[in-house]
């Protein structure tokens, strides 16, 4: 059980477009979901925490215009990466969260974006 | 930066021996996660240690914790060379609304 997806698991795009990563629950609702980005060999960086059926919440430093999140159900949360630039190239991870008692995070895959 | 500090930063070993990887954190937190990752792909959860424990296993991982220093060590014993992956910690801090902060993680290389 607890099995997360991420769609799609890479993608390469030209700069200037917009990007939608999606994010789902598989077997279970996830109160909340958070979306990671990695730089190679680096950690993860918490970008936002996004709750269903109200606006994310953003770390510092992540613009909320540029990394639109979209948290409609309880299965589903989508990351838009806008006007996408190379360096904005990077492994986006999400989790969720079921509301446990050991807070414990399922992980996605990952999608691993280029931007030429 | 409330990243935690993971060391060493990386760890070669041959198969058969014992890794241990210390993690370091700066708040105080509820409980302390391990995570395994493969290189280009998602996190693979390991073992979970509450605030008011001191030791946990799992198989061939051992855990402890020392909230009086902020510290944990992952300690996995008699490595495979399936074990070769980044291992983080992540702490979820108390009053932080189930965020976790992840450690710089530790990459480990266990040679045959």
């Known amino acids: 059980g607890a099995v997360v997806s991420q769609h799609p698991s890479r993608v390469i795009c030209k700069s200037g477009t917009s990007v939608k990563i999606e994010c789902r629950s598989l077997?279970?609702?996830?109160?909340?979901m958070f979306w990671y980005r990695q730089f190679p060999k680096q950690s993860l960086m918490l970008m936002a925490t996004s709750n269903e059926g109200s606006k994310a919440t953003y770390e510092q430093g992540v613009e909320k215009d540029k990394f639109l999140i979209n948290h409609a159900s309880l299965t589903l949360s989508t990351l838009t990466v806008t006007s996408a630039h190379p360096e904005d190239s990077s492994f986006y991870i999400c989790?969720?969260?079921?509301?446990?008692?050991?807070?414990?995070?399922?992980f996605g895959p990952g999608t691993r974006l280029t931007v030429l | 930066s409330q990243q935690g500090e993971e060391d060493p930063q990386a760890l070669s070993i041959q198969e058969g021996e014992n890794a241990t990887m210390n993690c370091s954190y700066k708040?105080?937190?509820?409980?302390l996660q391990w995570y395994r990752q493969n290189s280009g792909r998602g996190l693979v959860h390991l073992i979970l240690i509450r605030s008011n424990e001191r030791e946990k296993h799992s198989g061939r991982l051992r855990v402890t914790l020392d909230t009086s220093k902020k510290s944990s060590s992952l300690l996995i014993t008699a490595s495979r060379a399936a074990d070769t992956a980044s291992y983080f910690c992540?702490?979820?801090?108390?009053?932080?609304?189930?965020?976790?902060?992840f450690g710089t993680g530790t990459r480990l290389q266990v040679t045959l």
């Open positions: 992540a702490t979820d801090a108390t009053g932080t609304a189930s965020k976790l902060t």
């Open positions: 708040t105080s937190i509820n409980n």
């Open positions: 989790s969720a969260n079921n509301g446990g008692l050991n807070n414990e995070q399922f």
């Open positions: 077997d279970f609702q996830a109160t909340t």
